[in-house]
């Protein structure tokens, strides 16, 4: 039957540092730098933003690769948790996951994926129905669902066909990326306008448009680190799902070598593209602009329309076509990071359900060898999320959750390291015990500072994680209804 079937291991180092790299780039980085401009509107600021945000995601990465290394099963930071902190942590996650982390982002980038093909067929805007104001049902948001549906059948198809898609996808937008930053370095550098982005690029300010006035705060000291603190969430929010290969480990080859190395690369391969492509930003728009500027000089990196800031630099290259390359571009990416997204995820809700901490049904496999059950239970509550019609509320919360158990996990480390001192560790965290302490340390602090800044969407994140505290305890007094 297939149910007695183990996963099969068939990915190597390439596809796991696909998937890695695949997941993490979806639209993100074509549109956040404008939030994080106006919240810091400065050059040298920003940049650090994101160059701390790749140096906290490399430095997980690498110390993940040490519990990777130990537990090379399917589950990855789920089977971390559990051996670090017991049952309860790692159901805890695995609930967070299903409720908001995994399906949340899956939902918000078929969304993304939806906004921008509505750029070629503008009627996908139209609203076929309103249940109330703040729920309308769009066609754009139907192709979501549907986005979600087809990705969700393909995986089912077997991890071959999964993998196929992933590749091709991620080399796709790697090398339009790299052509992005190429071409926009090119031009952007015959200019001055990054010259006078870098000439005050120390001076911070926060810009906040209401009612059409614009107002701008000088920023320094702890009121700088407070606003920095807490639109790193942007650029933490671009460079996440980073982890999800761990979810997938039972399905690859020699994971005690291949997992740390997929983490390290992938992480460091989209960090390196996320600073280059924001130095190709200031390289061609200025970091300054008005709401109502004609063009996306005018209007700069702070302002363009939507906050597509990718597409307002592709126009400078690439004049009026820029609208519809940029458009392409995101639809490739999103699809793409999606596929990743949905073909991990299904690994962990797998893995819990061999434990008998999720849907029985869902620990099932197919005669692909694919949870294929657990691929379903995950698209239909991400085709929900669809229609919530919260993405910006429910991104925050779900990386600030993300962050929470992040720190859990690398403390894991360390637990580990003095519970089971003569376990096998075929790869150690980097810079032990200095650089995973100090990955908790300034997480920590990210944690607090969006808990005082944005109380609302962090503290949601914080109360469906503790909403799984008794959610946890009946399933476990109820467990054979639980199917």
């Given at each position: 039957?297939?149910?007695q079937?183990?996963?099969?291991r068939?990915?190597?180092?390439?596809?796991?540092?696909?998937?890695?790299?695949?997941?993490?780039?979806?639209?993100?980085i074509?549109?956040?730098?404008?939030?994080m401009?106006?919240?810091v509107?400065?050059?040298?600021?920003?940049?650090?933003?994101?160059?701390?945000?790749?140096?906290?995601?490399?430095?997980?990465?690498?110390?993940y690769?040490?519990?990777?290394?130990?537990?090379?099963?399917?589950?990855?930071?789920?089977?971390?948790?559990?051996?670090?902190?017991?049952r309860?942590?790692?159901?805890?996650?695995g609930?967070?996951?299903?409720?908001?982390?995994?399906?949340?982002?899956?939902?918000?980038?078929?969304?993304a994926?939806?906004?921008?093909?509505?750029v070629?067929?503008?009627?996908?805007?139209n609203?076929?129905?309103?249940?109330?104001?703040?729920?309308?049902?769009?066609?754009?948001?139907?192709?979501?669902?549907?986005?979600?549906?087809?990705?969700?059948?393909?995986?089912?198809?077997?991890?071959?066909?999964?993998?196929?898609i992933?590749?091709?996808?991620?080399?796709?937008?790697?090398?339009?990326?790299f052509a992005l930053?190429?071409?926009?370095?090119?031009?952007?550098?015959?200019?001055?306008?990054i010259?006078h982005?870098?000439?005050?690029?120390?001076?911070?300010?926060?810009?906040?448009?209401?009612?059409g006035?614009?107002?701008?705060?000088?920023?320094?000291g702890?009121?700088?680190?407070?606003?920095?603190?807490?639109?790193?969430?942007?650029?933490?929010?671009s460079?996440?799902?980073?982890?999800?290969?761990?979810?997938?480990?039972?399905?690859?080859?020699?994971?005690k070598?291949?997992?740390?190395?997929?983490?390290f690369l992938?992480?460091?391969?989209?960090?390196?593209?996320?600073?280059?492509?924001?130095?190709?930003?200031?390289?061609l728009l200025?970091?300054?602009g008005i709401?109502?500027?004609?063009?996306?000089?005018?209007q700069?990196?702070?302002?363009?329309?939507?906050?597509?800031?990718?597409a307002?630099?592709a126009?400078?290259?690439?004049?009026?076509?820029?609208?519809?390359?940029m458009?392409?571009?995101?639809m490739?990416s999103?699809?793409g990071?999606?596929?990743?997204?949905?073909?991990?995820?299904?690994?962990?809700?797998?893995?819990?359900?061999k434990?008998?901490?999720?849907?029985?049904?869902?620990?099932?496999?197919?005669?692909?060898?694919?949870?294929?059950?657990?691929?379903?239970?995950?698209?239909?509550?991400a085709?929900?999320l669809?229609?919530?019609?919260?993405?910006?509320?429910?991104?925050?919360?779900?990386?600030?959750?993300s962050?929470?158990?992040?720190?859990?996990?690398?403390?894991?480390?360390?637990?580990?390291?003095?519970?089971?001192?003569?376990?096998?560790?075929?790869?150690?965290?980097?810079?032990?015990p200095?650089?995973?302490?100090?990955?908790?340390?300034?997480?920590?602090?990210?944690?607090?500072?969006?808990?005082?800044?944005?109380?609302?969407?962090?503290?949601l994140?914080?109360?469906?994680?503790l909403?799984?505290?008794p959610?946890?305890?009946?399933?476990?007094?109820?467990?054979?209804?639980?199917?």
């Amino acid at each position: 039957m297939p149910n007695q079937h183990e996963l099969k291991r068939s990915l190597g180092l390439i596809d796991a540092t696909s998937i890695v790299a695949g997941s993490m780039i979806g639209s993100g980085i074509f549109i956040v730098t404008a939030a994080m401009s106006r919240d810091v509107g400065s050059a040298g600021w920003m940049l650090v933003l994101w160059i701390i945000t790749g140096l906290i995601t490399v430095s997980a990465a690498l110390s993940y690769g040490e519990l990777a290394g130990m537990m090379p099963n399917a589950g990855g930071q789920y089977v971390y948790l559990q051996r670090a902190y017991g049952r309860m942590i790692s159901f805890l996650y695995g609930w967070t996951v299903f409720t908001v982390i995994q399906t949340g982002l899956i939902a918000a980038v078929a969304v993304a994926f939806s906004k921008y093909s509505s750029v070629f067929f503008p009627d996908l805007n139209n609203i076929i129905f309103s249940i109330s104001k703040s729920i309308q049902i769009t066609y754009a948001q139907i192709l979501a669902m549907a986005s979600i549906v087809i990705l969700t059948y393909i995986n089912s198809r077997g991890v071959q066909s999964g993998k196929s898609i992933q590749l091709i996808f991620t080399s796709a937008k790697l090398f339009a990326l790299f052509a992005l930053i190429i071409l926009g370095l090119a031009v952007g550098l015959k200019g001055d306008v990054i010259i006078h982005n870098f000439q005050d690029m120390w001076s911070a300010s926060k810009t906040t448009i209401n009612d059409g006035v614009v107002t701008i705060v000088p920023l320094a000291g702890f009121a700088l680190m407070g606003a920095m603190g807490a639109t790193i969430i942007n650029s933490l929010f671009s460079s996440d799902a980073w982890n999800n290969v761990t979810f997938i480990a039972g399905e690859i080859k020699d994971p005690k070598k291949n997992i740390p190395r997929s983490l390290f690369l992938g992480t460091f391969i989209v960090t390196i593209i996320y600073i280059l492509a924001n130095i190709a930003y200031l390289a061609l728009l200025p970091m300054k602009g008005i709401p109502s500027g004609t063009d996306a000089l005018g209007q700069g990196i702070m302002f363009p329309n939507n906050d597509r800031v990718g597409a307002a630099a592709a126009s400078i290259i690439f004049g009026n076509p820029a609208v519809y390359i940029m458009a392409a571009l995101i639809m490739v990416s999103t699809f793409g990071c999606n596929n990743g997204i949905v073909l991990a995820g299904s690994r962990l809700f797998y893995a819990m359900a061999k434990d008998g901490l999720f849907f029985k049904k869902a620990e099932i496999l197919n005669k692909n060898l694919v949870p294929a059950k657990a691929l379903w239970f995950q698209c239909i509550w991400a085709c929900i999320l669809c229609l919530s019609g919260k993405y910006n509320d429910l991104l925050t919360y779900a990386t600030f959750a993300s962050l929470l158990f992040y720190i859990f996990t690398i403390a894991g480390v360390f637990i580990l390291r003095k519970k089971e001192p003569d376990t096998e560790r075929p790869y150690k965290a980097f810079g032990y015990p200095i650089i995973p302490a100090l990955y908790i340390i300034v997480t920590a602090a990210i944690c607090i500072d969006l808990l005082i800044y944005d109380t609302k969407n962090t503290g949601l994140g914080l109360l469906i994680v503790l909403i799984g505290i008794p959610v946890y305890y009946l399933t476990q007094k109820k467990t054979e209804s639980i199917i």
